[in-house]
């Protein structure tokens, strides 16, 4: 394999592995272990990919895999959302290494979408010190460079199927300066101008939505995010509803 070439920001520390179980899994595992904010695993392949509501993620040799690990002074409630400045790093890094060839959109809760084809999938997973206090967040994010998966039910593209094949090690190199850039911001002024970012980039607002809840469905219009990164629906009655998980739905038929 040759040698990887990323640039790391000041306070990130890289974690590079040919291959792993799940990047997000290494990542926990070294938290448990004490490893400090800023750690990213990066991988070529995982052998047990995960995505969110235990799918499985293929991860075949050429996409990126990587996860971040941060200890953010914050309650989980509030560190949850630094999903959508994960999702508007990495779109913002797909836009300029792809010399703005591609600018994908941001879909609720945290996938990245071309031509109403996800991209890239993101999935968050935490830990808590006492109470709801953060002790650590990992953020997995999987960007389809050369493949796509095959699925029917849920259409992908790729990079390289747009016509685009890029470097992974100059994308994830761009996601970290991304991501330096966007964090003292949200540091020094919350989640607003992230929340404006990634609504600039938001994928169905306007349109139909079916959000597919634990216990009931909900049909009507996405009419935009909450304060708190909530979607929030309005049902032809005109009765709104902010919803904070769940799946979401478009005309498309994507997810
Ligand atoms: C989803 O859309 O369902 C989320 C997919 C997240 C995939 C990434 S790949 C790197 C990291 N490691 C994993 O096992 N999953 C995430």
């Known amino acids: 394999m040759t040698a990887r070439t990323i640039r790391l920001p000041e306070g990130f520390h890289l974690h590079e592995l040919e291959a792993i179980d799940s990047t997000n899994d290494e990542a926990k595992r070294l938290a448990d272990k004490g490893a400090q904010s800023g ?32 200890r953010p002074t914050c309650s989980l409630a509030e560190a949850a959302r630094l999903t959508f400045l994960i999702a508007v790093s990495m779109a913002e890094a797909v836009e300029m290494v792809t010399g703005n060839q591609v600018r994908p959109d ?74 330096a850039h966007w964090l003292p911001i949200w540091e020094d002024k919350g989640f607003g101008p992230v929340r404006e970012a990634w609504l600039s980039r938001g994928y169905g607002i306007g349109q139909p939505v079916v959000a597919r809840l634990t216990e009931r469905e909900l049909s009507g219009t996405f009419v935009g995010l909450d304060d708190d990164g909530s979607l929030v629906l309005r049902e032809d009655s005109g009765t709104e509803h902010r919803i904070g998980a769940g799946e979401v739905f478009f005309a498309t038929g994507s997810e």
């Open 106 to 179: 941001c879909k609720w809760p945290n996938d990245l979408m071309v031509n109403g084809r996800k991209i890239c999938g993101i999935l968050l997973e935490s830990a808590s010190n006492q109470g709801s206090a953060t002790d650590y967040l990992v953020i997995g994010t999987g960007v389809n460079v050369a493949f796509a998966p095959d699925d029917a039910e849920r259409p992908a593209t790729s990079l390289s199927a747009l016509g685009a094949p890029v470097s992974v090690d100059e994308l994830v190199s761009t996601y970290l300066a991304r991501i």
């Open 39 to 70: 750690a990213l695993v990066l991988a070529r392949t995982q052998t047990s990919g995960r995505g969110r509501r235990g799918r499985a993620w293929s991860s075949p040799v050429g996409n990126l895999y990587s996860s971040l690990l941060l």
